[in-house]
């Protein structure tokens, strides 16, 4: 069963592959390439529907699916109906969901017109916002939000539909004399993201966004504690290791951009230093770590005439997201860059290393748009310069690795391509559907029955991205496998941002990058 998703902070029992020598992928070059990425882009946003708790809407496409979690919050007098399951499980955890939805919301921001353009932009909107809903449900006073929903051991204990779930659904929350400033501050940031999202489209909901993200702020800022220490079930599943200083600051940052509200900059500048904005050096970028994202973000700040006064700090910030970068191109010094498979693949730990990947070619991809309409090249270890088109060819390679491009040939975009996990580590997916047999299935019924079958399941979990390979680019396609084989909401969430910058390009008849040089 699986048990931890974030695999302890130790000691990487990898070999590192120098940039140049990732001989595989030297093979794929834009003239083979022959990826849909509007396709991949469809799909990707298809798979958050597969995940959907509550009642579902009458427009809902994943028709394998049926309402659940119906009493949620009963128990304690509040209606937490709705909101995502993470992955294969039916807990909903509050940290990767609303960074699930921060992502979401920053693929909108910088790539809507794409994201439209492709035919996508309601469904990529009714993504934010089922999770945005279930947040404004959970913020039930100003000091008051519900972390979870569930709680990962008896629920894994269980092998059954969503649609039959008779585990527990005890409700835990963080308040004044339970703090969990890294959740309310991810909260913050997802709302305060989607507030920028729904501007145009639906002013007073994001207004409602916005107010909800304000209050949830304030309370994370004046209690402060990790959310982990007040939810103790969340500990094996979902701890806090990098602590709540980078939430805190991710989601001032992200609040200052929907507001312009100068209090919330000076936040992010007065405690860089003492929160670590600007002295962690980052190879990975994750629903528990934001520094990268963060350094990344205020990066972009520079290049207006309003934050001169800033610079120094700014300039600190973005020295700290150009390390990560150039971690991620191996351009940093020896230990310093983040390690690579064999063919190619980012490789930051074992257990679901997708994510990492997945949220690098995001970060990556933003960040190569920045340098190109800045006209600017970053300046490496050694001297090695990087220009965007250098930056996103690299980051087209770990999108087209996920696609297809590896030495397995196979697409860990679950439903792409002729050549996917069929069996992925999934309750739902793996048990005939609600839809076509609605007779009870018991908690360990589905163990007996579908888990440890070896057919493939009958529901394709459509766009979701699994664990991927190991190390060596190995992978096994097996239900048990769940270090592979699971797939979680913030693994795809980054990759509708990366399709839709991809799928135009394409359309606009442009040369994508070479990857050879990778």
């Known amino acids: 069963m699986e048990r931890k998703r974030l695999d302890p902070h130790g000691t990487k029992k990898i070999l590192r592959f120098a940039c140049h020598c990732c001989f595989l992928l030297s093979i794929f070059t834009s003239t083979t390439r022959a990826f849909d990425y509007a396709d991949a882009l469809k799909k990707s946003l298809l798979y958050f529907e597969s995940q959907r708790s509550g009642r579902l809407p009458y427009n809902q496409r994943v028709t394998w699916r049926d309402n659940s979690g119906l009493t949620d919050g009963l128990e304690q007098g509040v209606d937490l109906v709705g909101g995502y399951y993470d992955a294969g499980d039916h807990v909903k955890f509050g940290l990767p969901m609303a960074f699930t939805v921060t992502m979401l919301s920053w693929g909108v921001i910088e790539y809507g017109d794409q994201i439209a353009n492709a035919g ?11 999770g945005t809903d279930y947040f404004i449900k959970a913020h039930t006073n100003p000091n008051t939000f519900w972390a979870e929903v569930g709680d990962g051991d008896t629920d894994h204990y269980c092998w059954q539909r969503p649609e039959d779930m008779t585990t527990s659904r005890q409700a835990y929350k963080i308040d004044e004399n339970n703090p969990g400033s890294d959740l309310a501050g991810e909260t913050t940031a997802a709302m305060a993201s989607a507030a920028i999202v729904f501007r145009r489209t639906n002013p007073h909901y994001s207004h409602l966004l916005l107010h909800h993200a304000q209050q949830l702020f304030e309370f994370g800022n004046k209690y402060r504690g990790k959310y982990d220490g007040s939810v103790g079930v969340v500990k094996s599943y979902y701890a806090s290791v990098s602590g709540y200083m980078d939430e805190l600051l991710w989601a001032a940052l992200w609040l200052y951009k929907a507001t312009d509200n100068e209090e919330y900059l000076k936040y992010v500048i007065d405690k860089a230093r003492s929160f670590g904005g600007i002295g962690w050096a980052m190879t990975e970028f994750s629903w528990d770590v934001k520094y990268a994202g963060l350094q990344i973000l205020a990066s972009k700040l520079i290049m207006e005439e309003k934050h001169k006064a800033h610079g120094y700090i700014l300039e600190q910030y973005r020295s700290k997201a150009e390390y990560y970068i150039c971690s991620c191109l191996n351009k940093n010094n020896g230990s310093n860059n983040a390690d690579r498979t064999p063919g190619g693949l980012l490789y930051i730990r ?3 290393n997708m994510q990492y990947v997945s949220n ?10 920045f340098l190109q309409s800045s006209n600017q090249k970053i300046n490496c270890h050694h001297g090695d310069t990087l220009d965007h088109q250098e930056i996103l060819s690299f980051a087209l390679s770990q999108a087209d690795y996920i696609l297809g ?7 860990y ?6 050549k996917y996990p069929t069996r992925v580590h999934h309750r739902g997916a793996s048990i005939v559907s609600y839809r076509e047999n609605k007779g009870f299935i018991g908690c360990t019924q589905g163990y007996d029955n579908w888990y440890s079958g070896s057919d493939p399941n009958p529901n ?16 096994m396609d097996q239900r048990s496998n769940y270090v592979q084989t699971e797939a979680c909401t913030y693994n795809t969430a980054p990759l509708v941002g990366v399709f839709a910058k991809l799928s135009q390009l394409e359309n606009q008849n442009q040369n994508l990058p070479s990857v050879a040089s990778y």
Do not use: C, R
């Not at 491009?405 to 697409?411: A, E, I």
């Not at 975009?413 to 002729?418: D, F, R, S, T, W």
């Open 405 to 411: 491009s590896n030495p397995l040939n196979m697409s």
């Open 360 to 369: 690098a070619a995001f970060l990556l991809t933003i960040y190569s748009d």
């Open 120 to 130: 996508e932009f309601e469904h990529a909107l009714d993504a934010i916002k089922w």
């Open 350 to 352: 074992q257990w679901n």
């Open 460 to 475: 394709v979990l459509v766009g979701a991205l699994v664990g991927g390979p190991d190390y060596q680019d190995n992978f």
């Open 413 to 418: 975009l679950v439903g792409y391509g002729p």
